[in-house]
């Protein structure tokens, strides 16, 4: 069965640094997408970033980096710069690959400090 | 192009009563999903459509129905609400792109 992990309940970072929160996926599929959500104290979920099993580089997205480690089935995502509007619950999840279903970890509540 | 909406944002109910939950999209989307978000949880997948007309049940369907009689409708029923159905529920789109399009969720609460 699919099954994502973080095993961060929560994290603090200081303002302007770099900050890695961690994700580890199981999957049999050999085809599979794997997503990073930001959730505000607002309570949308806001999407951040995607890696598809097949890409061979790591995905960017401006201040966002997904560190894709197939063979340690991991998908971290990095945040460079924090910044105090990043104080949120981020989310990674897998997509099932026929119907598109997402399975989410438990998340991961980062803190910025000033 | 409003994206995903929920209707309403927020209620309460008491034990027993029935509501519906209505997710609308106005992207043409084929997919459309149901999640429950539970304090200290990631979001789980209620039921879900791949199309007008069609459901399936997800990872935790009991004591839901659902509906998609129009492509950009996605109606979420509760028959006779629980305390354990105290939750967010988010409603989420897609095409045939990677990414799913979440609406802004709806707090119920069951007293």
């Known amino acids: 069965a699919q099954k994502i992990t973080q095993t961060q309940p929560g994290m603090f970072v200081q303002e302007k640094e770099a900050v890695t929160l961690d994700c580890t996926y199981d999957?049999?599929?050999?085809?599979?997408?794997l997503f990073w959500y930001k959730q505000p104290s607002s309570g949308e979920m806001i999407f951040l970033i995607y890696?598809?099993?097949?890409?061979?580089q790591n995905a960017t997205e401006g201040r966002y980096s997904l560190n894709f480690q197939k063979a340690r089935k991991s998908a971290n995502l990095v945040i460079s710069a924090s910044q105090l509007g990043d104080s949120a619950m981020y989310f990674c999840?897998?997509?099932?690959?026929?119907?598109?279903?997402?399975?989410f970890g438990q998340g991961t509540e980062l803190s910025v400090k000033p | 192009n409003a994206g995903v909406t929920q209707t309403p944002k927020f209620r309460v109910l008491k034990t027993g009563q029935s509501m519906t939950l209505l997710c609308a999209q106005d992207?043409?989307?084929?997919?459309m999903y149901w999640y429950r978000q539970d304090p200290g949880m990631g979001l789980r997948l209620i039921h879900y459509?791949?199309?007008?007309?069609?459901?399936a049940k997800g990872e935790v369907p009991d004591g839901y129905n659902v509906s998609r009689l129009k492509k950009q409708n996605f109606l979420l029923g509760l028959e006779s609400a629980a305390p354990s159905q105290t939750s967010v529920y988010f409603c989420?789109?897609?095409?045939?792109?990677?990414?799913?399009?979440f609406g802004p969720g709806t707090r119920l609460t069951v007293t």
């Open positions: 989420a789109s897609r095409q045939s792109s990677y990414e799913q399009y």
């Open positions: 890696q598809g099993s097949y890409d061979q």
């Open positions: 992207m043409n989307h084929e997919y």
């Open positions: 999957t049999s599929d050999p085809s599979y997408g």
């Open positions: 999840a897998m997509r099932e690959r026929a119907l598109g279903k997402l399975i």
């Open positions: 459509s791949v199309g007008e007309g069609t459901t």
